[in-house]
């Protein structure tokens, strides 16, 4: 997938129109080089905020909180990977991104309506 976005950098905004042609836009993605598309792996489109959102009084949750819900998350997943065998020669995975196809299939498995939506999903989107 690549990025989404434009010379007038109004693509997809909900308010304002982008004026850009579709050839403009083909131009400008293009102009962005292969070593730096190859460095973005996910992209997200982040929705225009709200102006009672940007300035709301809710505390948002801290560094800390957030710290310790991360080492609660990697300490799971030492657990999980704790005392696979080595295969390969190459060390046992530490997290989650390490995984490999053996055991994606044997950790992530899907419950039925998640298949469901992922085989909907998969046809409908391609
Ligand atoms: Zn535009």
Do not use: W
């Not at 690549?2 to 304002?16: E, K, N, Q, T, W």
């Not at 982008?18 to 730096?36: E, F, K, M």
């Amino acid at each position: 997938m690549s990025p989404h976005a434009c010379p007038c950098g109004y693509l997809g905004d909900s308010l304002r129109e982008c004026t850009c042609a579709p050839y403009q836009v083909q131009r400008y993605i293009s102009r962005l080089s292969g070593p730096l598309l190859d460095r973005i792996d996910i992209c997200i489109e982040v929705p225009r905020l709200p102006y009672e959102e940007i300035s709301s009084s809710v505390k948002p949750e801290g560094s800390a909180s957030i710290k310790k819900r991360v080492e609660t998350a990697r300490g799971r997943q030492r657990e999980r990977f704790c005392g696979i065998d080595q295969k390969n020669g190459r060390p046992s995975p530490s997290c989650n991104t390490q995984m490999r196809p053996g055991e994606v299939r044997r950790y992530c498995k899907m419950t039925k309506p998640a298949r469901k939506l992922f085989e909907s999903a998969f046809k409908s989107l391609r």
